[in-house]
T-cell receptor, first 115, second 116 residues
Framework: DAGVTQSPTHLIKTRGQQVTLRCSPK?????VSWYQQALGQGPQFIFQ???????QRGNFPDRFSGHQFPNYSSELNVNALLLGDSALYLC??????????????FGSGTQLSVL | AQTVTQSQPEMSVQEAETVTLSCTYD???????LFWYKQPPSRQMILVIR??????QNATENRFSVNFQKAAKSFSLKISDSQLGDTAMYFC?????????????FGTGTRLQVTL
């Protein structure tokens, strides 16, 4: 049973460019969340997708957008990249029951470097 | 807003010894969940242990246990019989069981090094 898979593992972009990161949730999971982990920091919640809709959003600008497909996979898009967007982007999947007691499974992340 | 504080950036422990990682949090809510996650060099976040705030009994998972002090808003992780494979970043995290269940608030982490 495959866990959460993310692609690509590493990515280098220049300022102003756009990037798309991809995530396939663990089999049976229907909810995908994205987190940004800057160097030396804990992950910060970007947003969550459930039933192809953005369900909740953290404190991130509109340059960060996402999508969830009918097969529950998800994409994270970042436009007009800034140097400060350099970070590890983690995807987490779960079976959404909204109780706080669901178990999150994380992928190994995409390391984005913006030059 | 909820905050999580980990005041120990780095810790070191010898193999087979016991180590305790500290975490404090701030919330005005009464019902919530607390977690410890491990992030090895592979970068994947792995759930170590989970505590429900309404349960007074401290959670235990094999060599890992917590000391949950609700009044003090403290949630420390004890690792017994430390193993080389425990070397990793450890993050304390918090979640409210309202709205989205996946919006974890993380601390800044503690880097644990297990030595021979």
């Amino acid at each position: 049973d495959a866990g959460v898979t993310q692609s690509p593992t590493h990515l280098i972009k220049t300022r102003g460019q756009q990037v798309t990161l991809r995530c396939s949730p663990k089999s049976g999971h229907d909810t995908v969340s994205w987190y940004q982990q800057a160097l030396g920091q804990g992950p910060q919640f970007i947003f969550q997708y459930y039933e192809e809709e953005e369900r909740q959003r953290g404190n991130f600008p509109d340059r960060f957008s996402g999508h969830q497909f009918p097969n529950y996979s998800s994409e994270l898009n970042v436009n007009a990249l800034l140097l400060g967007d350099s970070a590890l982007y983690l995807c987490a999947s779960s079976l959404g029951d909204r109780t706080g007691n669901e178990k999150l499974f994380f992928g190994s992340g995409t390391q984005l470097s913006v030059l | 807003a909820q905050t999580v504080t980990q005041s120990q950036p780095e810790m070191s422990v010898q193999e087979a010894e016991t180590v305790t990682l500290s975490c404090t949090y701030d919330t005005s809510e009464n019902n919530y969940y607390l977690f410890w996650y491990k992030q090895p060099p592979s970068r994947q976040m792995i759930l170590v242990i989970r505590q429900e705030a309404y349960k007074q009994q401290n959670a235990t998972e094999n060599r890992f246990s917590v000391n949950f002090q609700k009044a003090a808003k403290s949630f420390s992780l004890k690792i017994s019989d430390s193993q080389l494979g425990d070397t990793a970043m450890y993050f304390c995290a918090f979640i409210l069981p309202t709205g989205t269940a996946s919006k974890l608030t993380f601390g800044t982490g503690t880097r644990l090094q297990v030595t021979l």
